[in-house]
T-cell receptor, first 111, second 113 residues
Framework: GENVEQHPSTLSVQEGDSAVIKCTYS??????FPWYKQELGKRPQLIID?????GEKKDQRIAVTLNKTAKHFSLHITETQPEDSAVYFC??????????FGAGTTVTVRA | NAGVTQTPKFQVLKTGQSMTLQCAQD?????MSWYRQDPGMGLRLIHY???????DQGEVPNGYNVSRSTTEDFPLRLLSAAPSQTSVYFC????????????FGPGTRLTVL
């Protein structure tokens, strides 16, 4: 199976600053790495994903980087806004169907 | 499309009671799965199905049963509820194939007393 570790568990940033969340995975066969955002009391929703044949992907203020050699991937949020406050989960897929999730990072953006 | 739906939204059970959490999707997705979410532990896979009539165990299957008689529905049964099963349960679905977005239902918050 796959083991995904996520750090930090909590992150507090000033509005306008950047936030970075890091994850490591154990199975070199993993080939798909999504990031989910979960607001309080809501379902997880996909915000960005990256495939193993790509090193970086960007979508407006969010970006994800992947280092296959080191088996780690990161989420970067720039120019943070209060609506970015949520729990963020990384995940790794190591077959066609099974996703293994990190434990989550609670991000608080201070106004 | 309603997407992935779950019922009930909230449920309180007594230890030893049984119940079924319902999950349905109207996107003709082949793959469906059940996760439980506990504080500080992320989402853990309970059971999954790759198509009607096919189910398999995830990371934490003990105490739960599933069946998949149709493409649309994937109910999760708690056989004899225990306080350790207090959690938020999410159903999810995706198209078949290697790399596709997984869609989550709204969740069921279960408390076992």
């Amino acid at each position: 199976g796959e083991n995904v570790e996520q750090h930090p568990s909590t992150l507090s940033v000033q509005e306008g600053d950047s936030a970075v969340i890091k994850c490591t995975y154990s199975d070199s066969a993993s080939n798909y790495f999504p990031w989910y955002k979960q607001e309080l009391g809501k379902r997880p929703q996909l915000i960005i994903d990256i495939r193993s044949n790509v090193g970086e992907k960007k979508d407006q203020r969010i970006a994800v980087t992947l280092n296959k050699t080191a088996k780690h991937f990161s989420l970067h949020i720039t120019e943070t806004q209060p609506e970015d406050s949520a729990v963020y989960f990384c995940a790794a897929r190591w077959n066609d169907y099974k996703l293994s999730f990190g434990a989550g990072t609670t991000v608080t953006v201070r106004a | 499309n309603a997407g992935v739906t779950q019922t009930p939204k909230f449920q309180v059970l007594k230890t030893g009671q049984s119940m079924t959490l319902q999950c349905a999707q109207d996107m003709n997705h082949e793959y469906m799965s059940w996760y439980r979410q506990d504080p500080g532990m992320g989402l853990r896979l309970i059971h999954y199905s790759v198509g009607a009539g096919i189910t398999d165990q995830g990371e934490v299957p003990n105490g739960y049963n599933v069946s998949r008689s149709t493409t649309e529905d994937f109910p999760l049964r708690l056989l004899s509820a225990a306080p350790s099963q207090t959690s938020v349960y999410f159903c999810a679905s995706k198209l078949g194939g290697k790399i596709n977005e997984q869609f989550f239902g709204p969740g069921t918050r279960l408390t076992v007393l």
